[in-house]
């Protein structure tokens, strides 16, 4: 069982930025995929979007509509994944999860994903 643990959600103001942390047991497979995902209000029906995904190769992989602006890493020796955000929109309002699994699954799709975090919010007005 993989723990993840998101901290960092908060209000900003559109043009504004943030950085998301996901803190991980020390125990997780090296061979893993990490992801931010997030569920967007009154989008429920289509479900939970891929923002960003990074492989133990450190290959990333992001979502059209955040490319350029948001940035994913792993920091492996604080046990810690980021999500910094920068020129956030009001579009950007989410709840923003956490997730791992092993990867060979679509990044982007929530089915790939076994672990994952509570969540943490970003509102952005």
């Known amino acids: 069982q993989v723990q993840l643990v998101e901290s960092g959600g908060g209000s900003v103001q559109a043009g504004g930025s943030l950085r998301l942390s996901c803190a991980f047991d020390a125990y997780t497979p090296a061979n893993v995929r990490m992801a931010w995902l997030r569920q967007i209000p009154g989008k429920e029906r289509e479900g939970v979007e891929g923002v960003a995904s990074i492989d133990s190769d450190d290959t990333t992989r992001y979502a059209d509509s955040v490319k350029g602006r948001f940035i994913i890493s792993l920091d492996n020796a604080k046990n810690t994944l980021y999500l910094q955000m920068n020129s956030l929109k009001p579009e950007g309002t989410a709840i923003y999860y956490c997730?791992?699994?092993?990867?060979?699954?679509?990044?982007?799709?929530?089915?790939?994903?076994?672990?994952w975090g509570q969540g943490t919010q970003v509102t952005v007005s």
């Open positions: 997730a791992a699994y092993r990867p060979g699954g679509t990044w982007s799709n929530p089915t790939s994903y076994r672990y």
